[in-house]
C-alpha cells in the first residue's frame, strides 16, 4: 500500500516563497509521475506541476517561471519550490503520485499567501 506523506505549507506574504515536500512509502516504480495539484476554495482540483521518473516536467500556466518541480535520486520524494506567492495561489496543495493501476493522493497541506 502506497502512502504519501507531506509537508511545508502555511502562511506567506505576497512575494514570498514557500517549499513542499512529500514523500511516498511503499513499493514504487521509478517511473510513476509524481507531481502537485491544488484546490482553492469553491474551485475545483487543478493540475500545478507533474514531474516522471524520466525528469519531464509539466506546469500549469499560471505557475510556469515561479514554481519548480523536482524529485529525488530515489524518486520517492517530490518538491515544490514555490516562488513570488501571490494571493492567487491560495489553497489546499495535493501530492499526487499516479502508476498504471491506481491514482494516489496525499492528505493535502494548506498554503495561505496574504499580507
Known amino acids: 500500500q502506497v502512502q504519501l506523506v507531506e509537508s511545508g505549507g502555511g502562511l506567506v506574504q505576497p512575494g514570498g516563497s514557500l517549499r513542499l515536500s512529500c514523500t511516498a512509502s511503499g513499493s514504487i516504480s521509478r517511473l510513476v509521475v509524481m507531481g502537485w495539484y491544488r484546490q482553492a476554495p469553491g474551485k475545483e482540483r487543478e493540475l500545478v506541476a507533474t514531474m516522471t521518473g524520466g525528469g519531464d516536467t509539466n506546469y500549469a500556466d499560471s505557475v510556469k517561471g515561479r514554481f519548480t518541480i523536482s524529485r529525488d535520486s530515489t524518486k520517492k520524494t517530490v518538491i515544490l519550490q514555490m516562488a513570488s506567492l501571490k494571493p492567487e495561489d491560495t489553497a489546499v496543495y495535493y501530492c499526487?503520485?499516479?502508476?498504471?493501476?491506481?491514482?494516489?493522493w496525499g492528505q493535502g497541506t494548506q498554503v495561505t499567501v496574504s499580507s
Open positions: 499526487n503520485l499516479l502508476t498504471a493501476l491506481r491514482n494516489y
